[in-house]
């Protein structure tokens, strides 16, 4: 596509409850980042995924998360039993090798 | 380590003034530095990016910064504010291309009419 596709763009969920984020980063991209922005804050590096070379996992907060990318296409956030801090704008990025570097609008959750 | 750091949390000017924002950064190595803006309730845009080559760059909506490696400083400016410019701006550094960002907390711009 034309650019990074996140969804779903606002996600309410219960406390203690998963939730999978999906992010579709631009065509031919070969990199695919993860952040996320709480608020008042600056963005926090989640997770860095480049071609098929073992993921960059440094910033994932805890093993409640974890994120997924087949070869250069989508990829999916998970948050397993969520807390409430985990409430956030979570934002995807992808780059053709560090090049174009595209942010899609981000998906906002929010547990209650 | 690399890290951001953005001065002023909140930055408010009038319409048709000065706009500076400002950043500085720590890096073990000649890092590339970026400036993002975030309207409400939507992505991240670049402005503009220094890797290489000339330390002024000029960036989108009239926005340019220049790199100081002596000051490790990535100051943001614009000689007149619009009120189109009001939202939240990121300055960002990483070591290549390639690699993951470290972003600034943001530093919010009003623009006062």
């Known amino acids: 596509g034309a650019g990074v596709s996140q969804s779903p763009s606002n996600k309410v969920t219960e406390k203690g409850k998963d939730v999978e984020l999906r992010c579709d980063p631009i065509s031919g991209h070969t990199a695919l980042y993860w952040y996320r922005q709480r608020l008042g804050q600056g963005l926090e590096f989640l997770i860095y995924f480049q071609g098929n070379s073992a993921p960059d996992k440094s910033g994932l907060p805890s093993d409640r998360f974890s994120a997924e990318r087949t070869g250069e296409s989508v990829s999916t956030l998970t948050i397993q039993r969520t807390q409430q801090e985990d409430s956030a704008v979570y934002l995807c990025?992808?780059?053709?090798?560090?090049?174009?570097?595209?942010f899609g609008s981000g998906t906002r959750l929010t547990v209650v | 380590a690399q890290s951001v750091t953005q001065l002023g949390s909140h930055v408010s000017v009038s319409e048709g003034a000065l706009v500076l924002l400002r950043c500085n950064y720590s890096s073990s190595v000649p890092p590339y530095l970026f400036w993002y803006v975030q309207y409400p309730n939507q992505g991240l845009q670049l402005l503009l990016k220094y890797t290489t080559g000339a330390t002024l760059v000029k960036g989108i909506n009239g926005f340019e910064a220049e790199f100081k490696k002596s000051e490790t400083s990535f100051h943001l400016t614009k000689p007149s504010a619009h009120m189109s410019d009001a939202a939240e701006y990121f300055c960002?550094?990483?070591?290549?291309?390639?690699?993951?960002?470290?972003f600034g907390t943001g530093t919010s711009l009003t623009v006062i009419p």
């Open positions: 960002a550094v990483s070591l290549n291309t390639g690699n993951q960002f470290y």
């Open positions: 990025a992808s780059s053709f090798y560090g090049y174009g570097y595209t």
